[in-house]
């Protein structure tokens, strides 16, 4: 199967199919990653920039690899060295960024729509990292790379997600993504964090964090922002911990042999305890593990994919 | 100067007049309305056959952005943009650099305009100085300088006491309050409709209930007050009710309603879509029915645009930072005929709803085609088809986001003090 896709601006734009292929051609790129020679020359020439214009390390970091391993070309600016923080304007940044003939960019920035604003304006192709509260697809595509080696297939899997539903653009991608692969999506946090008609993208909602895991095969836990206290969508991190955090009691309700997932950074002790954080249903670091080969995958794809893997 | 307007549909809501008659404009004034007078009485005949001949439209709610802004518009092009519209009047918002909280201001609107502007300008002033909200502003003298009512458009009175006293103040000189309704704690950081659109791009909400609370507090401190409340831009089922009931039990407040907020929803938003980003934004389908429906039943008193030109530099751009506003001039009034097409209102009420409606609200002496009115006239095509093409804008300014949408009803001819100051 072909894939047709230039851009990578979110999992709602993905098919059924689309998601598929992208899954296969990650698991042929993991075997590479655990090589001695962590090299293949599929983007020899190519040229990738990771423009990230908000702070990120772990989603930059893999990218940065999974573009090295393929042998292209890759360049970070980041939004401390940007001229964004000159006054530049996001389209003049395109441009100049243009003029230099990259084949890929990779963004992260604050602003929802702002990968999609940068698509329109250039020829090279455009992988969304990130976007505001909006998407972030190479995270749900792990995601459910991770949930497939440990379960099989995600038809017909109770998914739990819980934690600040509105602010999080990893919700959005998953939610796309689960629904085209049969999955059955439960959203849980406090009513501060459950956005508005959230449900219509495909999701029972839930103010209880015990009915969302209720069986569920897979508990996904997201992380509480800090820097939102104050913002009153929370009394106290204290409070929070206590009745939407995931312990080994709460986690008793999923099924046995439930996952848990965390896209990272974690607050242990708020949205996650220590003792499941690092128990043995936790597959956060096989996640982190993914995200270099569904980025390898996504950079493979969006080039053409020509060349076999070597 | 003698012109002859000829077999038109002469549409006159303030005195419920409705016929194919021929009307006559003498020396600036409406001289005859009747159904057959000699050509040879003209200097000029204008055939309006198949045509509507109504009072000269008025639009109470423009931003001409000068003083100051002037990269954006100014009242040269921003009332050129409204003549070609078929607007005669309009009356321009404070929010300039400088504010328009003194006399001085006003007066240089009101000169620039009699000079070099195409149609009446009527200057709103600053219910508080330098629109702080704080200090009320000198109402008399704007009044005296030539201010009909008093706004802070653009942001509320977030302080009630300020309201109160600015709704008790203006009693003395007779001048309406046109109030901007909108609790900012409410808004937070929202840059759209709050609703399932904004949960799926990522982008955050403003809730109706900022809007609702904000006009139920307004209305009841004009109920206690007794001043003249005039509602901006109403936007919310919640807000029409609220203004319905209000009315009702004899309260002193009329409405207006924006061709965006009862032709689009936040659907629009869409594809980041800068251009239906907009304050009060888009709303629902259910919020679009209800201003209709207080179009229709009288709740709602005018079509006010809301015009708000803005730099293609500040619409192209991120959506978050994007700024608020659509040029509405040069739409408004095919967009209303939609609305008569649609059977939602008769095309007398259209009308009145664009001439006699906002002239009442805000004591414009304006809106009529009673013999020996300034002769402010409209002729209107209402089968001309035509498409919003960005650059043939008047304005100066071409944030809108009904580019390509094909419209039905133009002015063909817009008549000012008894001058032709745009035909086609």
Avoid at chain 1, 64 to 70: F, Q
Avoid at chain 1, 212 to 225: E, F, N, T
Avoid at chain 2, 42 to 55: E, F, K, R
């Amino acid at each position: 199967m072909a894939f047709n896709h230039k851009h990578i601006l979110g999992t709602e734009y993905l098919s059924r199919e689309d998601i598929q292929l992208i899954l296969d051609t990650a698991e042929s790129f993991r075997e590479i990653n655990t090589r001695s020679i962590k090299k293949v020359p599929t983007l020899r020439g190519k040229t990738i920039i990771n423009a990230f214009f908000e702070n990120s390390t772990r989603t930059r970091l893999s990218f940065e690899i999974a573009g090295k391993r393929l042998s292209a070309d890759t360049v970070n600016i980041s939004g401390s060295t940007s001229s964004v923080t000159k006054g530049e304007t996001l389209e003049d940044t395109a441009r100049n960024i243009e003029a230099m003939h990259p084949d890929i960019i990779v963004i992260r920035h604050g602003h929802s729509g702002a990968p999609h604003y940068l698509a329109e304006r250039l020829h090279c192709s455009v992988i969304n990292a990130g976007d505001g509260a909006h998407e972030h697809p190479s995270q749900a595509l792990l995601d459910m790379l991770t949930m497939r080696q440990h379960k099989g297939e995600i038809d017909g899997l109770k998914v739990a997600i819980v934690g600040d539903i509105a602010h999080s653009r990893v919700v959005r991608s998953n939610l796309y993504a689960l629904n085209k692969m049969g999955a059955d999506v439960h959203l849980a946090g406090p009513g501060t964090m459950m956005p508005s008609g959230i449900e219509r993208l495909g999701a029972t909602v839930h103010y209880d964090i015990r009915a969302a895991i209720k069986d569920a095969d897979v508990v996904m836990m997201l992380r509480i922002q800090l820097e939102r206290q104050g913002l009153t969508l929370l009394p106290t991190l204290r409070e929070y911990a206590r009745f939407f955090g995931l312990n080994d009691d709460v986690l008793k309700l999923a099924k046995a042999d439930a996952i848990v997932m965390h896209p990272g950074p974690m607050n242990r002790g708020v949205e996650i305890s220590s003792a499941v954080a690092d128990g043995p249903q936790n597959v956060i670091l096989g996640q982190v593990e993914n995200g270099v080969a569904v980025r390898m995958a996504l950079l493979y794809l969006v080039s053409g994919g020509e060349q076999a893997v070597e | 100067m003698k012109i002859l307007i000829k077999g038109g549909r002469v549409i006159d809501p303030s005195r419920n007049f409705d016929q194919v008659a021929d009307l006559l404009i003498e020396d600036g004034k409406i001289t005859a309305i009747e159904a057959t007078i000699n050509t040879n009485a003209a200097d000029h005949v204008i055939d309006a056959s198949g045509q509507l001949v109504t009072p000269g439209l008025i639009d109470i709610h423009v931003h001409l952005r000068d003083p100051g802004l002037e990269y954006k518009e100014d009242i040269i092009t921003g009332t050129l943009a409204a003549v070609a519209g078929g607007f005669t009047s309009v009356a321009c918002m404070p929010n300039t650099k400088p504010v328009n909280d003194n006399k001085a201001v006003t007066q240089y609107m009101i000169n620039r305009a009699k000079n070099d502007g195409y149609c009446n300008v009527f200057p709103i002033g600053a219910i508080t100085k330098g629109m702080a909200g704080e200090t009320l502003s000198e109402m008399g003298e704007l009044k005296e300088a030539g201010c009909l009512a008093v706004s802070d458009d653009g942001r509320p009175v977030s302080d009630g006491e300020v309201m109160r006293r600015a709704l008790e103040y203006s009693r003395s000189f007779g001048i309406t309050v046109v109030s901007h309704t909108e609790d900012l704690s409410l808004v937070g950081e929202g840059v759209m409709n709050d609703g399932f659109v904004a949960t799926e791009l990522g982008l955050k909400g403003i809730p109706w209930v900022a809007e609702d609370t904000m006009t139920a507090r307004d209305v009841m401190l004009a109920e206690f007050t007794g001043g003249r409340l005039h509602v901006a831009h109403i936007s919310t089922k919640g807000g029409v009710e609220i203004v319905r009931q209000a009315k009702a039990r004899g309260v002193n407040v009329t409405c207006e309603a924006t061709p965006h907020h009862f032709t689009l929803t936040d659907e629009a938003v869409r594809g980041y879509n800068t251009d239906a980003k907009m304050n009060p934004p888009l709303r629902s389908a259910a919020d679009v029915a209800a201003i209709r429906a207080g179009l229709a039943d009288g709740t709602i008193d005018a079509i006010a645009t809301d015009h708000a030109p803005h730099h293609i530099d500040e619409k192209n751009v991120e959506f978050r930072i994007a700024m608020n506003g659509i040029v509405g001039l040069e739409t408004a009034l095919p967009l209303t005929l939609e609305l008569v097409a649609a059977g939602t209102i008769d095309l007398p009420r259209a009308v009145a709803l664009l001439s006699c409606g906002p002239a009442h609200a805000l004591n414009i002496p304006r809106g009529t085609l009673d013999i020996a009115a300034p002769a402010d006239v409209t002729v209107i095509d209402p089968s001309l088809e035509w498409i919003v093409v960005r650059e043939e804008l008047k304005s100066k300014s071409k944030n809108t986001p009904f580019t390509g949408r094909k419209m039905k009803g133009a002015a063909t001819c817009t008549i000012v003090g008894g001058k032709i100051v745009f035909s086609r």
